[in-house]
């Protein structure tokens, strides 16, 4: 048996909610909701004056107890926005960066986890909207500077987003051909976490790499989370081998 852990990936939309209340709060509630071991964030606000300039990365994690990774993909003067990664497993940042981008500046986090003398490598991002960018970004992070790069001995490999792409999609498949797609991986009918309040879409995905076995995917859809977020988390229960 190898060690278990719980790996969610939200799209936070700023902490904004569906019913337009700003709430870091609510949104580490619905993250406790998921009993969630290592989370990837994506639409943080860093002392951005419309979301009340607080560390929304910061804030999360210590209503959690979590300490968080944060990259800003946008940073105009004293205002961020991008990803985060928050755990309260022990961390080593590896990279955090920008991705090709024409239209809304995008970016990845790359952060090592060690969990009982492995190395779990967790990519975290947040793709952009127009398809020819996507796969940009994507031949990028599969590229030599990120998931093409050599790994450490004994590392396994997780990549989380909003991915913005659906499973037909060519920045879906290239990624697909890289790594696992965790809801296909364990099986049922993979779940869709966008919109809210009726989620049509699968465009938030966890990937797993060789040696992370998937033993369950769900997206969380308490009442809480369809308020908390335009977005629902999405969760994956994952065995490192």
């Known amino acids: 048996m190898g060690s278990r852990l719980r790996v969610v990936t939200y799209n936070v939309h700023s902490c904004f ?21 290592i989370v990837a964030l994506q639409e943080v606000d860093v002392e951005r004056a419309r ?8 804030t999360i994690a210590a209503h959690l107890s979590m300490i968080s990774h944060f990259h800003p993909a946008l940073h105009l003067e004293e205002e ?8 309260a497993l022990p961390t080593r940042l590896v990279k955090a960066g920008g991705l090709p981008s024409r239209g809304e500046p995008r970016g990845a986090l790359w952060v090592e986890v060690p969990v009982d003398g492995m190395k779990l490598q967790v990519f975290v991002t947040h793709l952009g909207l127009l ?24 590392s ?3 990549f989380a987003g909003d991915l913005n792409a659906v499973s037909r999609s060519a920045s879906y498949r ?4 890289r790594l696992k797609d965790a809801q296909v991986e364990a099986g049922g009918r ?6 809210s309040r009726l989620p049509l879409l699968r465009i938030d995905h966890i990937f797993v790499g060789e040696g992370v076995r998937v033993h369950r995917t769900f997206v969380h859809d308490s ?19």
């Open 223 to 241: 009442p809480l989370a369809r308020r908390a977020s335009d977005h629902l988390p999405l969760c994956a229960d994952i065995e490192i081998e």
């Open 17 to 37: 909610g569906t019913d337009r209340k700003l709430d870091p709060g609510r949104i580490a509630a619905v993250i406790a909701e998921c009993e969630a071991d």
């Open 190 to 195: 993979p779940g869709a976490t966008f919109p």
């Open 131 to 154: 398809g020819g960018e996507r796969v940009r970004q994507t031949e990028a992070l599969i590229g030599p500077d990120w998931l093409g790069a050599e790994m450490p001995e004994r």
């Open 80 to 87: 961020r926005y991008g990803d985060a990664l928050l755990t």
């Open 174 to 177: 290239l990624l697909a051909r």
């Open 51 to 58: 979301s009340g300039g607080i560390d929304q990365a910061e």
């Open 156 to 158: 396994r490999v997780v």
